[in-house]
T-cell receptor, first 111, second 120 residues
Framework: QKEVEQNSGPLSVPEGAIASLNCTYSDRGSQSFFWYRQYSGKSPELIMSIYSNGDKEDGRFTAQLNKASQYVSLLIRDSQPSDSATYLCALRPFGNEKLTFGTGTRLTIIP | DTEVTQTPKHLVMGMTNKKSLKCEQHMGHRAMYWYKQKAKKPPELMFVYSYEKLSINESVPSRFSPECPNSSLLNLHLHALQPEDSALYLC???????????????????FGPGTRLTVT
């Protein structure tokens, strides 16, 4: 089993709808969770971090963490064509400097 | 400001050349990282410097040599590379603030724009 699993997509969502991206992980010692957005040919951009169970909202983005079920998700409300990118889920175990990345989900927002 | 800068943006080098990639951050971050990313793959960790000391080397070939001259700068020296080393090389930094009593730590990693390396 991979340490971090993401559906590679592509995930197509109509403009204005909610895009839902999911990530499951196997290491119960994971402490910190991150979502990065990466446009083609560009570097990853941190859009959300979440450390505690529950929801964390920032503008149109909501991260949800459930440590008991070992999943973290990212919701994008009112999706825009500019949200079309690959979204990388990453996590970090306690006491470990290494980030473990999922393989990414390619999201396409359809105008 | 969460800016990490990298130079050069693009680099083409022959297999016998020696070149260096540079990375800089002025956020007071304690840790700096080098990643390699191939097309359609996630970033792959190469090295971690913590408090200017090398703390992680992910069994990277010796033709890649990292250097951390001070807390703001990170270099990656390249020598005798192979065509399969062509990739996007990313630098990142993080504050590494441990949580205080009842608090939350800060381990967010911020990436620079990357250097697109082509080995011919």
């Amino acid at each position: 089993q991979k340490e971090v699993e993401q559906n590679s997509g592509p995930l197509s969502v109509p403009e204005g709808a909610i895009a839902s991206l999911n990530c499951t992980y196997s290491d119960r010692g994971s402490q910190s969770f991150f979502w990065y957005r990466q446009y083609s040919g560009k570097s990853p951009e941190l859009i959300m971090s979440i450390y505690s169970n529950g929801d964390k909202e920032d503008g149109r983005f909501t991260a949800q963490l459930n440590k008991a079920s070992q999943y973290v998700s990212l919701l994008i409300r009112d999706s825009q064509p500019s949200d079309s990118a690959t979204y990388l889920c990453a996590l970090r175990p306690f006491g470990n400097e290494k980030l473990t990345f999922g393989t990414g989900t390619r999201l396409t927002i359809i105008p | 400001d969460t800016e990490v800068t990298q130079t050069p943006k693009h680099l083409v080098m022959g297999m016998t050349n020696k070149k260096s990639l540079k990375c800089e951050q002025h956020m007071g971050h304690r840790a700096m990282y080098w990643y390699k990313q191939k097309a359609k793959k996630p970033p792959e960790l190469m090295f971690v410097y913590s408090y200017e000391k090398l703390s992680i080397n992910e069994s990277v070939p010796s033709r890649f040599s990292p250097e951390c001259p001070n807390s703001s700068l990170l270099n990656l020296h390249l020598h005798a590379l192979q065509p399969e080393d062509s990739a996007l090389y990313l630098c990142a930094s993080s504050q590494e603030r441990d949580p205080g009593f009842g608090g939350v730590g800060n381990y967010e990693q911020y990436f620079g724009p990357g250097t697109r390396l082509t080995v011919t």
